[in-house]
Structure formats: structure tokens, C-alpha cells
């Protein structure tokens, strides 16, 4: 509260009148979670003023390619507008009109490149994002682009060479050393992700999925005490993350230390019930040592929170093959074979998360 002078015109109550006013103002315009909006089945305030802005942009651009209609940097820009409004076609068809007439408009490339990109058209993508790095090399923002969409093609080579030109352009762009370690993941070179998580760290050190992904680099390698440094930090950071224990739980697993990794399991269901995740880890855990009824329990409560854990109709079905319950046992083998087959290459269902670290989508434990 700030400080008062008392001198003879202070008014007490006119004063607290002026201190309740601010309290509402704060409680008014207090920032609320997205995701509250859409419990109460409205729209967020704050996308409603970025469309807002977006809408008045587009009609000033618009207004302005009426007095210069052959502007093409006027028309990329308006093309840009639609692409952030979510209106890819009218974006692409714009763009592709002024390359037809201005092949070398760097930026246009870029952004019909962009605008492919987000509308699942990555062959395009790639084609016009590589021509705008050759008509502007040092645009670092194409690159990026670029490299994201050869990651959404599993072409990590490729990505890793796009994410490097970016960090060489721009040395702070802590994302993009982010994606890079990402593609490092993905080719298994751990050594490499680890120096350049290091190195973004060192720009933004409480960045929890940062250092959960350096967490999960150094247990690759086998690393398990830098491992359980990392993971420990993420858990300093946020103590409420579920997936933090979850991880943790993996490396105290790794080293046989049973009981810790039970009890941080289960810290993971207490802070959410309705992750799967740590019931298909904790049923691992617990198959290992030989407590399988637990084990099935845990498996089954998994695959009813995520009927698309296939890891852990795997390992239900392996449970009730060792207790002998063959029906159950063939049922889970069933669902098995066909959640793979979904997610096998073609099948337009693997899932990859675009930052390192966390936890794996598979439904893997990390020491698996």
C-alpha cells in the first residue's frame, strides 16, 4: 500500500472509499487461465482483442490496396493477417499471386511457405520455404519454419540443419535451441542435445521443460546422477508437476530404488488422478519385482484413463499371460495389435511433441 501524508485535508473514509474502488479495479481486470473460460462457456477476453486487432489491421491493409492495389508487400501483409485470423486458403491464394508475378518476393515465399505449413500441405511447405532461404539467407525466421515442418516429416537431419542456422543467426533465440535439442532427441544424439541444453539453459535457467529434457538426455546416456539432478530442479520449479514425478520415478526405478520410485508414482496420481501415465509406470515398477496382481491394477486403471496406451495393453497382457487368464490375456494382445497398426508409419497417428523432454508419448517409462 503506498504511504499516506496526514495532513489537515485527509478524509479517512474518503480514503477508504478510494482503496475498496482499487481492490474491484485489481479483481476486474485479474488475468484468468484460458482454459476457465472455457468451463464457463465463454470465449477469453484476450483472444477476443487479438481478433479484435487482427480484424482492424486487415481493414486498414485492405482500405490502403484500394489506392495501391499492386503493392505486393501491402498484399503479403495482408496475407499474413489472414494466415494469423486461421484463414490459410485466402492467405495462399494471395501469396501465390504475387510470386506468380514477382518470383523473387522473399517474404512472399516465406509466408505461402507458412501458410502450406499450417494447412497440412508439407510438401508445398518445404518447396516454398527452401526458396525463400535461397532468395533470403539470413532471415532466420524461414528457417525455423522450415525446420519445423521437416520435423513434422520425421526428416530430423534436415530439422537439425534448419534449427542450427537459426541459433547461428540469432545466437538468444532460446526456441530454436530448444527445437534443435528436439531433433538431437529424435537422431539419439544425446551428447549433442545435453551441449545445447546447456547452452539455452544458461539464457533461461528456470525453464522446467528444458531441464526435464536434459534430465531425460543424461538418462539415456546413463548418466543417472546428473539425471537426478535435473529432475529434482524440475521438481524445485514446480512441485505441483505430475510429470516431473513421473520422470523422477523412472530414474529411481533405473537405479533399483524401489520404494522411492513407488512413493513418487504415486505422488504423480495424487496431483493428478486422471494421468494415466504414472499408473502404466508404477504397473512396470511393479511387474518388475514380481507383484504382478498390483501390477494388473495399475495397467488396467491406465488403459480406462487412456484407452491409446498401447504400452500398457502390452504389459496387461503380459501380466494376465503370467497369472494364466488367457481370455483376458488374448483381449489385451487384441487391443495391442491395433492401436500399433494405428500408430505405425502411414498410419497418420504418431504423436511427437515439438519441445524436448517431459514425458514420452508412447507411454513409456524413461528407463524403458
Request: hydrophobic share 35%.
Amino acid at each position: 500500500m503506498a504511504d499516506i501524508d496526514v495532513n489537515e485535508d485527509f478524509n479517512p473514509q474518503e480514503f477508504r472509499d478510494k482503496q475498496e474502488s482499487k481492490k474491484q479495479s485489481d479483481l476486474i481486470t485479474m488475468k484468468i487461465h484460458p482454459e476457465i473460460w472455457d468451463e464457463l462457456g465463454v470465449r477469453d477476453p484476450e483472444q477476443i482483442k487479438l481478433e479484435t486487432a487482427i480484424m482492424k489491421k486487415t481493414r486498414q491493409i485492405k482500405k490502403e490496396l484500394r489506392t495501391d492495389p499492386d503493392n505486393f508487400d501491402k498484399q503479403v501483409e495482408l496475407a499474413t493477417l489472414y494466415i494469423d485470423g486461421g484463414n490459410y486458403e485466402d492467405a495462399i491464394k494471395m501469396v501465390r499471386a504475387v510470386v506468380s508475378k514477382d518470383p523473387k518476393h522473399a517474404r512472399a515465399r516465406k509466408v505461402l511457405g507458412t501458410g502450406y505449413a499450417l494447412s497440412n500441405q508439407e510438401d508445398e511447405a518445404i518447396l516454398e520455404l527452401n526458396r525463400a532461404t535461397e532468395l533470403d539467407p539470413d532471415d532466420a525466421e524461414t528457417h525455423f519454419n522450415l525446420g519445423g515442418v521437416y520435423m513434422l516429416q520425421d526428416s530430423f537431419m534436415l530439422a537439425e540443419r534448419e534449427f542450427q542456422k537459426v541459433v547461428d543467426l540469432d545466437p538468444t533465440d532460446t526456441t530454436a535451441y530448444a527445437n534443435l535439442a528436439a531433433a538431437y532427441t529424435m537422431q539419439k544424439s544425446h551428447l549433442e542435445e545435453i551441449r545445447t541444453l546447456k547452452k539455452v539453459l544458461m539464457f533461461d535457467p528456470e525453464n522446467k521443460e528444458l531441464r526435464s529434457a536434459l534430465s531425460n538426455a543424461y538418462f539415456h546416456l546413463g548418466e543417472f546422477d546428473e539425471s537426478l539432478s535435473s529432475a529434482l530442479c524440475v521438481i524445485e520449479l514446480d512441485e505441483k508437476d505430475p510429470q516431473a514425478y513421473c520422470n523422477l520415478g523412472s530414474i529411481y526405478s533405473a537405479q533399483n530404488m524401489v520404494e522411492e520410485a513407488i512413493q513418487t508414482f504415486q505422488k504423480a496420481i495424487e496431483l493428478d488422478p486422471e494421468y494415466s501415465l504414472p499408473h502404466t509406470n508404477l504397473g512396470s515398477l511393479y511387474g518388475t519385482v514380481g507383484r504382478v496382481e498390483s501390477a494388473i491394477k495399475e495397467f488396467k486403471k491406465a488403459t480406462s484413463l487412456n484407452p491409446g496406451d498401447a504400452h500398457a495393453w502390452l504389459n496387461l497382457y503380459h501380466s494376465y499371460k503370467e497369472i494364466g487368464r488367457p481370455e483376458d490375456s488374448t483381449k489385451a494382445f487384441q487391443k495391442y495389435e491395433m492401436l500399433t497398426k494405428e500408430t505405425a508409419p502411414g498410419g497418420g497417428k504418431a504423436e511427437f511433441s515439438g519441445v524436448p523432454g517431459g514425458v514420452s508419448t508412447t507411454g513409456d517409462t524413461a528407463s524403458e
